[in-house]
């Protein structure tokens, strides 16, 4: 059964830390992986990754892909309190299907 | 170019009863794929709907379906409610043009409805 799993599930840091979230996958026929964050509303993209060692930045938000290892990792620098949100990792499959992780809940403390 | 809508944005009903959900996409996706979310389950896959046919379906009740319109517009309904109904449906619209890509794989999400059964 294909599967994403993201840890850690929640995490705590003050701002101006740097944090890696990290999602990993056994998808058969992957096609894409894609990273969302959300707030109190609905999740908003915010990268997609389809080949190994091609690092997507924008800002102080970055994120990797190892197609061989099967993970991914989003690195969020110089943490604000507006970080603060649920980052959801999915992995979408060659049916357009896309299969979820449960999310790392980010909490910045200022 | 105009985000995801969904209608209505707030719903309530009792046990029993039927509701249905409504997404419009963005202009030019032929792709809507509904979910739902609640605070312990996270993101459960409904259906994804494209060029009017059910093309993928999660593990969901009979009592949950959906369909799809000329326009790309699409409805979810659920029948005979239940408490553990009571979530956050999203729905989410995608180019999928068969090519490789963010502009075809990103699915957008709309800001949901909220449904309480009570």
């Known amino acids: 059964e294909d599967k994403v799993v993201q840890s850690p599930l929640s995490l705590v840091v003050h701002e101006g830390d740097t944090v890696t979230l990290n999602c990993s996958y056994e998808v058969t026929n992957f096609r894409s992986l894609l990273w969302y964050k959300q707030e109190k509303k609905a999740p908003t993209f915010l990268f997609m990754l389809t080949s190994s060692g091609i690092e997507k930045k924008s800002g102080r938000l970055s994120s990797i892909l190892d197609k061989k290892e099967l993970f991914s990792i989003l690195n969020i620098t110089a943490t604000q309190t507006g970080d603060s949100a649920i980052y959801l990792c999915a992995v979408m499959d060659s049916n357009y299907q896309l299969i979820w992780g449960a999310g790392t809940k980010l909490i910045i403390k200022p | 170019k105009a985000g995801v809508t969904q209608t209505p944005r707030y719903l309530i009903k009792t046990r029993g009863q039927q509701v249905t959900l409504s997404c419009s996409p963005i202009s030019g996706h032929r792709s809507v794929s509904w979910y739902q979310q609640t605070p312990g389950q996270g993101l459960q896959f409904l259906f994804e709907y494209f060029s009017e046919t059910q093309r993928n379906k999660g593990n969901f009740p009979g009592r949950f379906s959906g369909r799809q319109f000329s326009n790309s517009r699409s409805e979810m309904n659920v029948s005979t409610l239940e408490l553990g109904d009571s979530a956050l449906y999203l729905c989410?619209?995608?180019?999928?043009?068969?090519?490789?890509?963010?502009?075809?794989?990103?699915?957008?999400f709309g800001p949901g409805t909220r449904l309480t059964v009570l």
């Open positions: 989410a619209s995608s180019l999928r043009n068969g090519r490789r890509g963010r502009a075809a794989d990103t699915q957008y």
